[in-house]
């Protein structure tokens, strides 16, 4: 082994060991959780209970890819939940009036584009605080969703729904494939294009985007139209799991996105984080939720066992961010 | 001096005054809406209905100020509702439950404040974790089941008059004089004003500015304590969830009477007009017979047009006291 290999195999392994110290601590006890369970319960381990683990969470895992991009720019989008709510309502109306498959998905997808575009307005143009818009548009598209649905479940036959949730393909059902896309398509935005740089410096320092000759409104635009879209597909996906459209099945995903980004170590201060990051979050509410009911822990100790690991590794990552 | 002190009190004025005339706008259509709106007893009713709002926006007030969020005023409420009627229904004295309930919630701000103000977490973050502990506690508290029939001496607290005034009016109108008083007239008041606004927030000390976070995270659990004992009072019952109807509309409250998320300016009478068009906005889509879903409807149009509003005019006094200065500076140069 010459000196240059050996010095170039110290570099890689040093960089190894950085990229373990950034990790977020949800990776940790996204592991740790895994090994407890396995001993824990006796069907933890199964590919069938993976399986089941990745379908109940690809809907939150493509809402907290939106949501990584809104904390991304310092905001928290609060409209996540009931735009949900909408896409389910007006892709299932359409497709009870005959529309057929594929114009209505797109129907659906583009109602929650067009109200985070809405969103993207708001917040550039009338300078509102994002908390503030989103959390408006969040009562009006609940209210769209109510009043289309009259408040309840609406049902229609189709067999999408279970080609979408159930349907194996190379192993894995069709949603969760369209989840990994969907998590690998806002990576690359994030990390490859113009945009995502536009993104980041957005959270960071919005004044030397401006000097830069880039529109900061347009920027904030383009990151609302680009949740809408997310926001759609996860309507999509929630739909076809409950195989029906539903004004209230969404409700709460805003929150748990929000905790699911915070725990990928995403910072809410000076535009860092990753969508990988996300993913392990989101990893970690699910399994934890999984795991706690089948180790039979009563549903009265779940809520505030979750809140704890929460706030716990909410307190860890902001230790480590301190002592870099 | 006195010249800048005069048209710093303008400004302020000048903020309540587009709230105000929100506020105004809301009235007037209502009544147009509906005969029956704009009668003594219909408004005693919205601003009963208005005062259990008033009160847990009141102490997230001051938090807002300081260019922070709680988001744990709802679910303290409920936490401290259902530790408060688990002990009534065991027979404890009430008053002492009314101590112990209020206690609970001041240690919830600390906890709070301290994750803010000593290990720098961001407001949203901290108050966000908190929520979820608290909301997973008041399940454990109630074992799932819901509360009723709460002693005879306390449900007056919620539903009792005095004088033909409803008690919880009187409730909310003390927690506004008192919140007034020490955020307008006292140094408390002032440091949060200042630490909200970031030009001065350099010049605190860490030990201060720590403790002022505490006071002001404590204070938005006082008063969502007392929300919470007003809550169960009200409905003769306690339950987990009780908090979840109040929510986010808490932190619309606030923003929509002008206290700016990023701290520094507003105060407690803007918060007072955002409870009140918020139950406004409820209340006469009840007497025309509006859907309840549209409701939510007219309530974020509302918030946004109001926010907005604000943030418009936030701009033209920045513009007005720009002026100001200069005029004042050139002023001096003169003299």
Same mark, same amino acid.
């Given at each position: 082994? *010459?000196?240059?290999?050996?010095?170039?195999?110290?570099?890689?392994?040093?960089?190894?060991?950085?990229?373990?110290?950034?990790?977020?601590?949800?990776?940790?006890?996204?592991?740790?959780? +895994?090994?407890?369970?396995?001993?824990? *319960?006796?069907?933890?381990? &199964?590919?069938?209970?993976?399986?089941?683990?990745?379908?109940?969470?690809?809907?939150?895992?493509?809402?907290?890819?939106?949501?990584?991009?809104?904390?991304?720019?310092?905001? *928290?989008?609060?409209?996540?939940?009931?735009?949900?709510?909408?896409?389910?309502?007006?892709?299932?109306? &359409?497709?009870?009036?005959?529309?057929?498959?594929?114009? &209505?998905?797109?129907?659906?997808?583009?109602?929650?584009?067009?109200?985070?575009?809405?969103?993207?307005?708001?917040?550039?143009?009338?300078?509102?605080?994002?908390?503030?818009?989103?959390?408006?548009?969040?009562?009006?598209?609940?209210?769209?969703?109510?009043?289309?649905?009259?408040?309840?479940?609406?049902?229609?036959?189709?067999?999408?729904?279970?080609?979408?949730?159930?349907?194996?393909?190379?192993?894995?059902?069709?949603?969760?494939?369209?989840?990994?896309?969907?998590?690998?398509?806002?990576?690359?935005?994030?990390?490859?294009?113009?945009?995502?740089?536009?993104?980041?410096?957005?959270?960071?320092?919005?004044?030397?985007?401006?000097?830069?000759?880039?529109?900061?409104?347009?920027?904030?635009?383009?990151?609302?139209?680009?949740?809408?879209?997310?926001?759609?597909?996860?309507?999509?996906?929630?739909? &076809?799991?409950?195989?029906?459209?539903?004004?209230?099945?969404?409700?709460?995903?805003?929150?748990?996105? +929000?905790?699911?980004?915070?725990?990928?170590?995403?910072?809410?201060?000076?535009?860092?984080?990753?969508?990988?990051?996300?993913?392990?979050?989101?990893?970690?509410?699910?399994?934890?939720?999984?795991?706690?009911?089948?180790?039979?822990?009563?549903?009265?100790?779940?809520?505030?066992?979750?809140?704890?690991?929460?706030?716990?590794?909410?307190?860890?990552?902001?230790?480590?961010?301190?002592?870099? | 001096?006195?010249?800048?002190?005069?048209?710093? =009190?303008?400004?302020?004025?000048?903020?309540?005054?587009?709230?105000?005339?929100?506020?105004?706008?809301?009235?007037?259509?209502?009544?147009?809406?509906?005969?029956?709106?704009?009668?003594?007893?219909?408004?005693?009713?919205?601003?009963?209905?208005?005062?259990?709002?008033?009160? %847990?926006?009141?102490?997230?007030?001051?938090?807002? /100020?300081?260019?922070?969020?709680? %988001?744990?005023?709802?679910?303290?409420? !409920?936490?401290?509702?259902?530790? #408060?009627?688990?002990?009534?229904?065991?027979?404890?004295?009430?008053?002492?439950?009314?101590?112990?309930? /209020?206690?609970?919630?001041?240690?919830?701000?600390?906890?709070?404040?301290?994750?803010?103000?000593?290990?720098?977490?961001?407001?949203?973050?901290?108050? =966000?974790?908190?929520?979820?502990?608290?909301?997973?506690?008041?399940?454990?508290?109630?074992?799932?089941?819901?509360?009723?029939?709460?002693?005879?001496?306390?449900?007056?607290?919620?539903? @009792? =008059?005095?004088?033909?005034?409803?008690?919880?009016?009187?409730?909310?109108?003390?927690?506004?004089?008192?919140?007034?008083?020490?955020?307008?007239?006292?140094?408390?008041?002032?440091?949060?004003?200042?630490?909200?606004?970031? !030009?001065?927030?350099?010049?605190?000390?860490?030990?201060?500015?720590?403790?002022? =976070?505490?006071?002001?995270?404590?204070?938005?659990?006082?008063? $969502? !304590?007392?929300? @919470?004992? #007003?809550?169960?009072?009200?409905?003769? $019952?306690?339950?987990?969830?009780?908090?979840?109807?109040?929510?986010?509309?808490?932190?619309?409250?606030?923003?929509?009477?002008?206290?700016?998320?990023?701290?520094?300016?507003?105060?407690?009478?803007?918060?007072?007009?955002?409870?009140?068009?918020?139950?406004?906005?409820?209340?006469?889509?009840?007497?025309?017979? #509006?859907?309840?879903?549209?409701?939510?409807?007219?309530?974020?149009?509302?918030?946004?047009?109001?926010?907005?509003?604000?943030?418009?005019?936030?701009?033209?006094?920045?513009?007005?006291?720009?002026?100001?200065?200069?005029?004042?500076?050139?002023?001096?140069?003169?003299?």
């Amino acid at each position: 082994m *010459t000196a240059s290999q050996a010095t170039s195999m110290k570099l890689k392994q040093g960089l190894i060991q950085q990229k373990l110290k950034q990790a977020p601590p949800a990776v940790w006890i996204v592991l740790l959780l +895994v090994v407890f369970f396995s001993f824990k *319960t006796k069907n933890f381990l &199964s590919l069938s209970n993976f399986a089941s683990i990745a379908v109940q969470l690809t809907p939150l895992l493509i809402i907290s890819c939106a949501q990584t991009l809104v904390v991304l720019i310092q905001g *928290t989008d609060l409209s996540l939940g009931a735009s949900l709510n909408m896409v389910t309502v007006v892709w299932i109306i &359409s497709l009870e009036a005959g529309i057929p498959l594929v114009p &209505s998905i797109l129907i659906g997808i583009a109602a929650a584009t067009f109200a985070g575009f809405l969103n993207g307005v708001i917040v550039a143009k009338l300078k509102l605080p994002i908390f503030i818009a989103t959390l408006g548009m969040a009562n009006i598209l609940n209210s769209i969703a109510l009043t289309a649905s009259d408040g309840a479940s609406i049902y229609f036959k189709h067999d999408i729904y279970t080609f979408i949730s159930k349907q194996a393909f190379l192993g894995l059902p069709v949603m969760v494939w369209i989840g990994i896309l969907c998590v690998l398509a806002t990576h690359i935005i994030l990390t490859r294009t113009r945009l995502g740089s536009r993104i980041r410096a957005l959270g960071g320092n919005p004044e030397a985007l401006n000097f830069a000759g880039y529109s900061v409104d347009k920027a904030t635009i383009q990151v609302f139209v680009l949740t809408g879209i997310l926001v759609g597909i996860a309507g999509i996906m929630l739909a &076809s799991r409950i195989e029906s459209g539903n004004p209230i099945a969404g409700n709460g995903f805003e929150f748990n996105s +929000v905790a699911a980004v915070l725990l990928g170590g995403t910072s809410m201060r000076e535009g860092r984080g990753s969508v990988i990051g996300t993913v392990f979050g989101v990893m970690l509410v699910q399994i934890l939720k999984n795991g706690l009911v089948m180790a039979n822990v009563s549903s009265i100790y779940q809520s505030a066992i979750i809140g704890i690991v929460v706030l716990f590794s909410i307190i860890v990552n902001a230790y480590i961010r301190r002592k870099d | 001096m006195n010249k800048l002190r005069l048209s710093f =009190y303008n400004l302020q004025a000048s903020q309540y005054f587009y709230s105000f005339m929100a506020l105004l706008v809301v009235v007037v259509i209502s009544s147009f809406m509906s005969g029956s709106f704009f009668t003594g007893n219909n408004i005693m009713t919205i601003i009963r209905q208005a005062s259990v709002l008033l009160i %847990l926006s009141s102490g997230l007030t001051a938090v807002v /100020l300081t260019g922070g969020i709680d %988001l744990s005023v709802n679910n303290t409420a !409920a936490l401290v509702g259902c530790i #408060v009627a688990q002990l009534l229904v065991n027979g404890f004295n009430i008053a002492l439950v009314i101590v112990i309930g /209020l206690i609970i919630g001041v240690l919830v701000g600390f906890f709070n404040g301290a994750l803010v103000g000593i290990l720098k977490l961001p407001p949203f973050v901290a108050t =966000y974790g908190t929520n979820m502990v608290v909301l997973g506690l008041a399940t454990i508290v109630m074992q799932g089941a819901v509360v009723y029939n709460l002693p005879k001496n306390f449900t007056p607290i919620g539903i @009792g =008059y005095v004088g033909g005034i409803p008690i919880p009016i009187i409730i909310a109108f003390f927690v506004i004089l008192v919140l007034f008083i020490l955020l307008q007239h006292t140094t408390f008041g002032r440091e949060i004003y200042m630490l909200g606004s970031n !030009a001065n927030a350099a010049r605190y000390s860490g030990a201060r500015s720590v403790l002022i =976070y505490l006071q002001a995270y404590g204070l938005s659990g006082l008063t $969502a !304590a007392l929300g @919470g004992i #007003v809550m169960t009072a009200r409905l003769n $019952a306690a339950d987990a969830n009780m908090g979840n109807s109040y929510g986010l509309q808490i932190v619309a409250a606030v923003v929509m009477g002008g206290t700016s998320l990023l701290g520094g300016s507003g105060g407690i009478f803007g918060t007072m007009i955002g409870a009140i068009v918020l139950t406004i906005i409820v209340n006469v889509m009840n007497l025309v017979g #509006v859907n309840s879903y549209l409701q939510s409807l007219a309530i974020g149009v509302v918030i946004i047009c109001m926010v907005w509003l604000d943030i418009f005019s936030r701009k033209k006094s920045d513009r007005l006291s720009k002026t100001l200065q200069t005029d004042t500076k050139s002023l001096e140069r003169i003299n």
